[in-house]
Structures are given as structure tokens and as C-alpha cells.
T-cell receptor
């Protein structure tokens, strides 16, 4: 079992819709969770981080964490074509290492 | 947010030569920096963890004699690709750890290396 898993996609949503990106992790003791966005040919940029169970909102982005299910998600409301990118989930494990998932490719169709 | 720079942004070199890539944290001190490699349409691959004042920790399968890492100060880490070959052509990205932000990693813009 891989430590951090994401659907590779591509995930296609129409402009204005909600995009839902999912991530599962194997280390139950993980404490910190991060979402990054990476445009083609560029380096990853931080969208947000979450530590506690529940939802955390920042503008059009909402991160959701469920530690019991070992699941973290990112919702993007009112998706725009400029949101088209690869989204990376990262998890800081109980042994102090940050593991990145393989990324989910999102395409927002105008 | 924290700013990390990398230099150069792209480099082309001949096979057999060495290339040095610099990674700097501009507005914070980073005791830990990370070096990643990313091939086209593939995910990030952690190469090594660079700790200020001590030897880098390399991931399994990464040749430490080929990829020399030096973290001489709290704001600078360098990666030297020695005796580069075409298969070393890749996108090299560094990141710096900001402990006061829950160990959030902030990435540099990356260096695209092409070995002819």
C-alpha cells in the first residue's frame, strides 16, 4: 500500500462547478496535511494546510480532514479554467517525513 | 508566505560536466531543505534532505557521490550534479521547511537541467 494515494485523473469539471479532489494516507499517526497546486512546467505552490478534523475554508478552497477514515479532500468551488493544474496532497507522517501523493490532474472546461 | 529562490532557472550542459544549483530561503532561516526531481508527467521524487551544518540524508537509490548536497548556511543549500549524463536531464526543485508553520514546505521555482 502506498503511503499517500490520489486518483491520477484527469478529473474534468465544467466551469463554475465544484471540483472534489481526494487523498488517502496509510500512517494513522499523521498530523499535518497539505494541498499544493502545480501548473505544468512549474513548481508546486501551497494552497492550504489542515491539522484538525473537519473543514477549513480559504476563499474558494475548502480542505476536509477525517483522521478516523485517514482521508483528506480539497473542494474547489466555482471552478475556473485557471484552476486547471495538478493537485498534490502531502502528509507529514508520525516519523516526521512529508510524503507527497502522485497528484490528481484537474481540467476545468470553459 | 515564505519565499524560496533557485538559481539557475534553466541550464544546458555537455555530458560529463558538473552543474551546481543553488536554493535560497529569502525571508526566513531554513534548517532543513529538500531536493526533488521530477520527470515529465511524473510525480515529485524526493532525492535528499539537506540539514544545515550536517550531512544530507539521501533517499534509497539516489547516488550521494553523484548528487552532492551542501547546506552551508541557514539560507543556502546547493545541489551539484557531477559528471552529468543525458538521463540526468530533469526538473530539479528545492523546498525549505518552515517549522513555525507546521513544517510546511515552500518550493523554489525549479531548475530545468538539460544534458546534451
Amino acid at each position: 500500500q502506498k503511503e499517500v494515494e490520489q486518483n491520477s485523473g484527469p478529473l474534468s469539471v465544467p466551469e463554475g462547478a465544484i471540483a472534489s479532489l481526494n487523498c488517502t494516507y496509510s500512517d494513522r499517526g499523521s498530523q499535518s496535511f497539505f494541498w499544493y497546486r502545480q501548473y505544468s512546467g512549474k513548481s508546486p505552490e501551497l494552497i492550504m494546510f489542515i491539522y484538525s478534523n473537519g473543514d477549513k475554508e480559504d476563499g474558494r478552497f475548502t480542505a476536509q480532514l477525517n483522521k478516523a477514515s485517514q482521508y483528506v479532500s480539497l473542494l474547489i468551488r466555482d471552478s475556473q479554467p485557471s484552476d486547471s493544474a495538478t493537485y498534490l496532497c502531502a502528509v507529514k507522517t508520525s516519523y516526521d517525513k512529508v510524503i507527497f501523493g502522485p497528484g490528481t490532474s484537474l481540467s476545468v472546461i470553459p | 508566505g515564505a519565499v524560496v529562490s533557485q538559481h539557475p532557472s534553466w541550464v544546458i550542459c555537455k555530458s560529463g560536466t558538473s552543474v551546481k544549483i543553488e536554493c535560497r530561503s529569502l525571508d526566513f532561516q531554513a534548517t532543513t531543505m529538500f531536493w526533488y526531481r521530477q520527470f515529465p508527467k511524473q510525480s515529485l521524487m524526493l532525492m535528499a534532505t539537506s540539514n544545515e551544518g550536517s550531512k544530507a540524508t539521501y533517499e534509497q537509490g539516489v547516488e550521494k557521490d553523484k548528487f552532492l548536497i551542501n547546506h552551508a548556511s541557514l539560507t543556502l543549500s546547493t545541489l551539484t550534479v557531477t559528471s552529468a549524463h543525458p538521463e540526468d536531464s530533469s526538473f530539479y526543485i528545492c523546498s525549505a521547511d518552515l517549522p513555525q508553520s507546521g513544517d510546511t514546505q515552500y518550493f523554489g521555482p525549479g531548475t530545468r537541467l538539460t544534458v546534451l
